[in-house]
T-cell receptor
Framework: NAGVTQTPKFQVLKTGQSMTLQCAQD?????MSWYRQDPGMGLRLIHY???????DQGEVPNGYNVSRSTTEDFPLRLLSAAPSQTSVYFC??????????????FGSGTQLSVL | EDKVVQSPLSLVVHEGDTVTLNCSYE??????LLWYKQEKKAPTFLFML????IEKKSGRLSSILDKKELSSILNITATQTGDSAIYLC??????????FGSGTQLTVLP
């Protein structure tokens, strides 16, 4: 059972480069999200989606773009990488039905460094 | 804006000690409060507390939700070195988003 799969696990970029972090889940979850984690700041929500074709901004959306063309996939795009985007990124998903609890399932994370 | 605050930020104890981690929340239309353990990478789920389930226990770990004080505690008894981790608290409200606290770094020394 794969759960939430994130790639790559590590990435180094130069300032100004663009890249896409991939996220896929096989649990048929409606809700998918991207968080970044910086030391001492917990997890901060970047973008989220409640279904295919629907996305919305979280707490720290600037510099990131997302799309949701299928239920399974939710890629995160860095448009022009900046050193401030050096962080660990987590993709997470959950169901949204009335009887489903709020438990988020996390991917293994991507360590991103922007030089 | 939803807000979750955890304390202490870090804690160092010795094996066998009992620890209490704190979490307070300000969430519009509160739905649930969750605890996660994060060791090396992805957070792993521990407990979920709601208005209809304010106390959970699993082995040496237990958690209680205080709806009046808008807070929760996570207790770990007879700590082991394997309990060393960051413990994250998160709360869900009407927006269905999980808002996370900054975490408590627990270090258990042998």
């Amino acid at each position: 059972n794969a759960g939430v799969t994130q790639t790559p696990k590590f990435q180094v970029l130069k300032t100004g480069q663009s890249m896409t972090l991939q996220c896929a889940q096989d649990m048929n979850h409606e809700y998918m999200s991207w968080y970044r984690q910086d030391p001492g700041m917990g997890l901060r929500l970047i973008h989220y989606s409640v279904g295919a074709g629907i996305t919305d901004q979280g707490e720290v959306p600037n510099g990131y773009n997302v799309s949701r063309s299928t239920t399974e996939d939710f890629p995160l795009r860095l448009l022009s990488a900046a050193p401030s985007q050096t962080s660990v990124y987590f993709c997470a998903s959950k169901g949204l039905s009335f009887t489903t609890n709020e438990k988020l399932f996390f991917g293994s994370g991507t360590q991103l460094s922007v030089l | 804006e939803d807000k979750v605050v955890q304390s202490p930020l870090s804690l160092v104890v010795h094996e066998g000690d009992t620890v209490t981690l704190n979490c307070s929340y300000e969430v519009t239309n509160f739905r649930s409060l969750l605890w996660y353990k994060q060791e090396k990478k992805a957070p792993t789920f521990l407990f979920m507390l709601t208005s209809s389930g304010i106390e959970k226990k699993s082995g040496r770990l237990s958690s209680i939700l205080d709806k009046k004080e808008l807070s929760s505690i996570l207790n770990i008894t007879a700590t082991q070195t394997g309990d060393s981790a960051i413990y994250l608290c998160a709360s869900s409200g009407s927006a269905r988003q999980l808002t996370f606290g900054s975490g408590t770094q627990l270090t258990v020394l042998p």
